[in-house]
């Protein structure tokens, strides 16, 4: 991801190429404990009319509480307010079979499952991901 998150940013940065990527986006937020600008190419989906990414990484934490972003999704440029939510598994599930059943791979939500198979409801309620609600100002 070292090498390849640096070519991405920019891709997602350059309108004439960013706008043609559907989920792909780019969330720029300030770390909690560093005070640096953070620059994350993350998967967004939208689900239940929420804009929403699924995370395990570190980096969530700094969404605890709620915080700033920047977002550049398809070449426009929106701010806004990410938190970090607490959702039970059962909620988790349904969101990931939202999304799944929005269009998104499964390599798109972090999943690692073989060709065609589709997870059961039980499966994805299972699967420990964190959910960073994106809400954009007006």
Known sequence: MRLV??????????????????????????????????????????????????????????FAGGAPVTVTHRGLVRRGRALLLEATPAEGGSAFRAALDDGASPFELGLKVPRGYVPSDAELAEIARSLIRVDYEA
């Open 5 to 62: 998150n640096p070519l991405v940013r920019r891709a997602l940065t350059t309108r004439s190429l960013g706008r043609r990527i559907r989920r792909q986006g780019l969330i720029e937020f300030t770390g909690r404990r560093t005070g640096r600008i953070l620059r994350v190419p993350v998967c967004l989906h939208h689900v239940g009319g929420d804009t929403l990414i699924f995370t395990e990484r570190p980096w969530r934490f700094n």
